[in-house]
Antibody
Framework: EVPLVESGGGLVQPGGSLRLSCAASGFTFTDYSMTWIRQAPGKGLEWVANINRDGSEAHYVASVQGRLTISRDNARNSLFLQMSSLRVEDTATYYC??????????????????WGKGTTVTVSS | DIQMTQSPSSLSASVGDRVSITCRASQNIITYLNWYQQKPGEAPKLLIYAASALQGGVPSRFSGSGSRTDFTLTITSLQPEDFATYYCQQSFAFPRTFGQGTKVEIK
């Protein structure tokens, strides 16, 4: 059983929209914050967005703020990324990842310990 | 945003070599530093969290050190399966930025 499986990628025109999904299994989804990370072709990793356990708080990298929206449905063990006003530079493989943390000296040290295999988004006319 | 700078961007090494990769943060991140390995066509894999804690199942030839702004990932005896790209990531503040990556290639 694969813990995280992304879906929803595809080809979309600039200015278009797309909704990515990430299905979680094998762990208690509500125990974890969740994160989207992307990787443009031949490039490095870019952290995109994070949502806390109950979905009440989200954070974004500046380049996607206002265009991409992270959300989750805890009843369905699912994470989403609603993408709108897409740009060519949004072309990438999008990974969802589970964020765990370790408590050391009153610090909550977060890390991404489980990753999906990714789904590819291509923005092109 | 906190900038993470890795060096070198790439390196060539032989099986059995000791390899070190450095990561520098643009501000003090205490030990909020993680290391990931990525092989071509695969998702990244967590190696080290909290600067020096080894993730379960990761071989002990991998180790991490450092604090505040300067961190190091060391592979004590490079194995064939270690040829990959390595990324550091800070989790001190949002956005949780990655370094640009260090590609470890076969000499």
């Amino acid at each position: 059983e694969v813990p995280l499986v992304e879906s929803g990628g595809g080809l979309v025109q600039p200015g278009g929209s797309l909704r990515l999904s990430c299905a979680a299994s094998g762990f208690t989804f509500t125990d974890y914050s969740m994160t989207w990370i992307r990787q443009a072709p031949g490039k490095g990793l870019e952290w995109v967005a994070n949502i806390n356990r109950d979905g009440s708080e989200a954070h974004y990298v500046a380049s996607v703020q206002g265009r991409l929206t992270i959300s989750r449905d805890n009843a369905r063990n699912s994470l989403f990324l609603q993408m709108s006003s897409l740009r060519v530079e949004d072309t990438a493989t999008y990974y969802c990842a589970r964020e765990d943390y370790w408590i050391a000296r009153a610090h909550n040290l977060h890390f991404l310990d489980v990753w999906g295999k990714g789904t590819t988004v291509t923005v092109s006319s | 945003d906190i900038q993470m700078t890795q060096s070198p961007s790439s390196l060539s090494a032989s099986v059995g070599d000791r390899v070190s990769i450095t990561c520098r943060a643009s501000q003090n991140i205490i030990t909020y530093l993680n290391w990931y390995q990525q092989k071509p066509g695969e998702a990244p894999k967590l190696l080290i969290y909290a600067a020096s804690a080894l993730q379960g199942g990761v071989p002990s030839r991998f180790s991490g050190s450092g604090s505040r702004t300067d961190f190091t990932l060391t592979i004590t005896s490079l194995q064939p399966e270690d040829f990959a790209t390595y990324y550091c990531q800070q989790s001190f503040a949002f956005p949780r930025t990655f370094g640009q990556g260090t590609k470890v290639e076969i000499k």
